[in-house]
C-alpha cells in the first residue's frame, strides 16, 4: 500500500491510498476533488473506496462529486455519524476491520472533536513494516482537535488509545497545524528538551515550505502536551494533578492562544 500526501484547501491534507498490483486507490477525508482526480489519472488507478473519519465539511465535503466520477466507490465512515455524512455505505464501529489492497485496517471509535469520530489503523503486516494511523481532527503533530461536540474525558480516552499505538506508527493527521501547536506546547513545557529539539525543526521546516505530516506516534509522546496529561511537568504549568483536568485546563489555553 503506498501512501500519497495531497494538499488541499488552505491547510487539510488529503491521504490517497494506492494498491499499484491492481491499480486501485482509496482516500481519506477528501476535502477537494481536484487533486485527488489528477492523482488518480497519473495512477492510472480506479477509486474504490472513501474513507470518512468524522462529518465536517472539510473531510466528507466532495464525497457526492467524487461518487459521480466513480458511482462504485463505497464511502466508510462511523456509525454514530449516519445521516451526517453524504452517501456513507458502511458504518463501522470500534473493532470493525476495513480491508485496502493486502492491508487490513481496524477501527478505532475516538469521539472528542465530534462525537462520532473514528480513526483507521493499518498494523503493521511483517516485523519491521510500520502501522499506520489516519486519525482526522482528533489527534495533531503537537496538538489535537478542538472539542466541539466531546467532553475532556472522552478525549482523553480516544488519545489514550491512540497513545497506546507502538511508537513507530505513522500519524497521518488531516491538517499541517504543527508548527503553531509546538508554539503552545513551547509555552506549557518550555523546558522538555525533546520539544525544543523539535519546535526547531519544525519550524525549519516550514520556512522550508515542507510538510510535516506524517509524524509518529513516539514523538508525539515525547512532545506533545495533549498526550502528556499525566506529566508532572504539564500537571504543574495548569496547577492540577488530576489528568482529566490538566487535559481539560490544557484545551481551553490552547483555544484562547
Ligand atoms: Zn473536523
Ligand atoms: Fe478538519
Known amino acids: 500500500m503506498e501512501i500519497y500526501r495531497l494538499p488541499a484547501l488552505s491547510d487539510n491534507y488529503i ?58 466507490l463505497t464511502v466508510y465512515g462511523g456509525v454514530e455519524d449516519k445521516g451526517r455524512i453524504p452517501r456513507q455505505k458502511v458504518f463501522l464501529q470500534e473493532g470493525d476491520p476495513v480491508q485496502f489492497a493486502q492491508r ?49 474525558a472522552q478525549m482523553v480516552k480516544s488519545l489514550s488509545k491512540l497513545r497506546s499505538l507502538p511508537d513507530n506508527t505513522r500519524i497521518w493527521c488531516a491538517h499541517e497545524y504543527t508548527l503553531k501547536n509546538l508554539q ?25 515550505n515542507e510538510p510535516t505530516v506524517p509524524s509518529m506516534i513516539g514523538v508525539e509522546k515525547r512532545t506533545n502536551p495533549f498526550l502528556r496529561w499525566d506529566q508532572s511537568s504539564l500537571q504543574l504549568a495548569v496547577n492540577s494533578q488530576d489528568p482529566i483536568q490538566t487535559f481539560a485546563r490544557l484545551r481551553g489555553k490552547k483555544d484562547r492562544f
Open 184 to 208: 503552545f506546547a513551547m509555552t506549557v513545557e518550555p523546558q522538555n528538551p525533546d520539544l525544543q529539539v523539535r519546535f526547531a525543526e519544525i519550524k525549519a521546516a516550514r520556512g522550508r
Open 15 to 72: 491521504f490517497l491510498l494506492h494498491d499499484p498490483n491492481q491499480k486501485i486507490a482509496a482516500v481519506v477525508d477528501p476535502a477537494e476533488v481536484l487533486p485527488v482526480l489528477e492523482k488518480l489519472k497519473s495512477l492510472e488507478a480506479e477509486l474504490v473506496a472513501i474513507f470518512n473519519t468524522h462529518h465536517h465539511c472539510d473531510h466528507v465535503g466532495v464525497n457526492q462529486q467524487l461518487i459521480k466520477e466513480f458511482p462504485q
Open 104 to 152: 487490513v485496517g481496524q477501527v478505532l471509535f475516538v469521539p472528542g472533536h465530534t462525537s462520532g469520530h473514528i480513526a483507521y489503523y493499518f498494523p503493521p503486516v511483517t516485523t519491521g513494516e510500520i502501522g499506520e494511523l489516519f486519525c482526522g481532527d482528533t489527534l495533531f503533530a503537537g496538538g489535537c482537535g478542538r472539542l466541539f461536540e466531546g467532553t475532556p
